[in-house]
T-cell receptor, first 114, second 110 residues
């Protein structure tokens, strides 16, 4: 069965530190990859997505993610975090040919200290 | 523009009571609709999805059911709630290559 694994469950950083959140998935076919974010008190929203093409994807608010097919990974990065990046981050995968069903990772809570 | 509504926002129910959570979507037609649950300390788990009126697929065996009586209405129900049904329930629709989520309902079963 498909699964998504996020290695960091709770990350605490100071402002201006660099961020990398790991995400690995298990599925051998063609997949679409997503990172979603949920800021405190807000809806879950899309940060970025990868369908095909350039494996380095840029999203909103300075985030980017790199798809490495050989490692089944889609890690999220940001060079310099801000206090406003405090949120919960979810990696998600769906098969390119299915009805759009998403398989989510467990989520990573990021706390940025001012 | 498209919007998605869920209600109620919070709900506290006793064990054994029935449940009905409603989700409606505006601004789009014939969307794929989804119900997810986020239990404490866990990620989001897909419970049901629907590709059209009356068409429901269940992803995990459980105490819940879903119905889609109208094109843009998706309902999550239970006849008798269990303690393990507590969690945060999210409705979503898909379009333009991504899913859009509602505000969620926080359900506490006591």
């Amino acid at each position: 069965a498909q699964s998504v694994s996020q290695h960091n469950h709770h990350v605490i950083l100071s402002e201006a530190a660099s961020l990398e959140l790991g995400c690995n998935y298990s599925y051998g076919g063609t997949v679409n990859l997503f990172w979603y974010v949920q800021y405190p008190g807000q809806h879950l929203q899309l940060l970025l997505k990868y369908f095909s093409g350039d494996p380095l994807v840029k999203g909103i608010k300075g985030f980017e993610a790199e798809f490495i097919k050989s490692k089944f990974s889609f890690n999220l990065r940001k060079p310099s975090v801000q206090w406003s990046d405090t949120a919960e981050y979810f990696c998600a995968v769906n098969r390119a040919s299915n009805t759009g069903k998403l398989i989510f990772g467990q989520g990573t809570t990021l706390q940025v200290k001012p | 523009s498209q919007t998605i509504h869920q209600w109620p926002a919070t709900l506290v129910q006793p064990v054994g009571s029935p449940l009905s959570l409603e989700c409606t979507v505006e601004g789009t037609s014939n969307p794929n609709l989804y119900w997810y649950r986020q239990a404490a300390g866990r990620g989001l788990q897909l419970l049901f999805y629907s590709v059209g009126i009356g068409q429901i697929s269940s992803e995990v065996p459980q105490n819940l059911s879903a119905s889609r009586p109208q094109d843009r209405q998706f309902i999550l129900s239970s006849k008798k709630l269990l303690l393990s049904d507590s969690g945060f329930y999210l409705c979503a629709w898909s379009g333009r290559g991504q899913q859009y989520f509602g505000p969620g309902t926080r359900l506490t079963v006591l």
